[in-house]
């Protein structure tokens, strides 16, 4: 899983073109005189869709919350941004038909830019960002589904990370920090009203997602110290341009925000959200609800990038999982030593540094090489361990690309995870790698805000299949372990279609793993957590799915002529998109290819 650190991941998308571009320099501006004046060349129209595109991130970027900018770059007035007033931001859920109307005239003015008068790189980001117009419109009524405190990735994790990342390059930071520290509990306020008036209308946690929400609270509370103050006082400390006396104020301040006003959000959080137990309407999926199938429709394309019918993915899924049991049952059958080897196999490397080492020298000649490697790998505070997943790369800001960190959580929860593959799908030539060699390529910043959590991954899931074969283990055992990955992503990818598109109950869903080999136990698990996180592993398995399909594509046109590293190369300059649209420039790419 990889960060970029926009507060709000689930529905960021909906509201991230809310300020846009209606002032300065539009199309219309330049082609509303005659028809004669309208027929301009071609490199007026590529510097008129750029300097549309740097119009439309500044404002977009002016109008943000304080996270989003600094995360995003060191140095906001290099891209004329004019910084807003300290804010954890908000979501302007009272407004959509104000969305709707900015969604709709900034697709009007889109058509009037001229596809083939602009170069490849802005055709793709202006298909993709129709494409995304197009999604949003579908999915901007939709607000009452979206729920602020997931298990998975909801407000009560997000504040401590995102807190405990951010970074001090300038005294205005450090200010910003603590003002956002003061503001903490403000910003829970504004959450917990809006969770209670979702929750009037049915839309609430269930009681064994509440539970681990509350418990994710007790364990941010439980510490004496709590985790954010030896991190903060590090990096005042680390700060050359203070006093010994201002870093001991600056402190001291930090010390009593968390107390007075971070600390009282949590526990606020604790005792609000349990007074709501009970309010939700319905304990299974999203189709059970009014709505709930077409805005299910709505996320799968937002999270995958995959234009497929829902119907058309369950089709593929099934089939995959019983490929993939063919397959392994196969191996099995012809290698009578597989079972003991599987039960014994080992990775070659077990620390961080060395693992990502050996999977940097073993990308060879099938990956383009990238001209910046170094990266940092820092471990989750031990208080934060229960919030946080077990490993997650940090995408850095536009303007330092050389600021990479992976995360690793040493929980004991995690300790049967594969550290092997998973630092493959968040480093190399995974997460990282796709990132560094995409921002190598200049592409325009406003595409830092578009595209597809499916894109990347379906890259990293993709990898985590090269990462099993260069591994140093028995052929036999690494595609065995790359194809029980495959299935496990499966299981889950088709119960949360089964739950939340089809309405499986829960003795459905077990039902359905049972079938499949999974005890009792873990399908309550497995449905207890799709059902609050509908569609959060869709990416791993569809995406991955549909990289799969462009290579085959590739290799069908290609015959013995394909290029594994020319394919690599194709998808990364792409950038973030949606599959419909990667494969278009593929196929036109081919196209010319195998017309020369």
Partial sequence: MYHNKKHFSQFTALFLIISLFFTGCSPSTYFNSTKQEFKVSSLSQKELFDTFLDDLFASEMSSSDTLSIHFSMENPANYNIEIPDVTWGTLPVSNNKETLDKLTELQDTLDEFHPKLLTLDQQITLDTLYAFIENELAGCKYTDFYEPFSPMSGLQSQIPLSLSEYDFNSEADIKDYLSLVTQSFNHVTFWIDYEKKRAEKGFFLTKYSLDNVIKQCEDFLSPAENCLIPVFNDKINAFQKLSNAQKQDYQKQHKEAITNFLL????????????????RSSNEGLCSYKNGRDYYEYLVRSYTGSEKSIPELIKITDHEINENILQMRALMQENPDLSSALSSYKFPYTQPED????????????????????????????SLEALLNPAFYLIPPLDNIEKEIIYINNSPDYESMELFPTLAHEGFPGHMYQMTYYRSKHPHPIRSLLGTTGYHEGWARYIEDFAYHHADLEEDVASFLSINRSYSYALYARADMGIHYEGWTFADTSSFLSDLGIQKDASYEIYNTLICDPGVYLPYYISYLEVIELKELAQEYMGDNFSLINFHDFFLSTGSTYFDILQKYMKQELDTISKN
């Avoid at 009282?264 to 309010?279: K, R």
């Avoid at 693992?355 to 170094?374: V, W």
């Fill in 264 to 279: 009282p959000a949590y526990e606020l959080m604790i005792t609000e959200l349990s007074s709501l137990q009970g309010s």
């Fill in 355 to 382: 693992i990502l080492e050996h999977l940097k020298s073993s990308m060879g000649t099938d990956f383009p090489l990238i001209t910046h490697e170094e990266y940092q790998i820092k471990h989750v505070p031990k």
